[in-house]
């Protein structure tokens, strides 16, 4: 796990997550109810002010933001282009 990725799940744990939820790299975010949409809202804002990455509304999806992992790879794959 990259530096990115681990203050971008700490962000999450400590944050953003409803109920007490352990975040781990492939903890369904979404489908458990864990974050919400404006939960997920503050995760595309934190993106923008922490990585540097205009996050398109229409890559706001499961295949995206499901699991911090596939937001890890959405930021990478953004970081990278």
Not at 8 to 27: G, H, K, P
Not at 45 to 62: I, Q, R, S, Y
Request: glycine fraction near 4%.
């Amino acid at each position: 796990m990259n530096a990115l990725t681990e203050a971008l799940t700490s962000f999450i744990q400590d944050e953003i997550v409803i109920d007490d939820v352990i975040v781990e790299a492939e903890t369904d975010l979404l489908l458990t109810g864990a974050v919400d949409s404006l939960g997920v809202i503050r995760i595309t804002h934190w993106m923008e002010e922490t990585a540097g990455v205009a996050v398109d509304p229409g890559d706001v999806t499961l295949e995206n933001f499901q699991t911090v992992t596939k937001m890890a790879a959405y930021l990478d794959a953004r970081v990278s282009a």
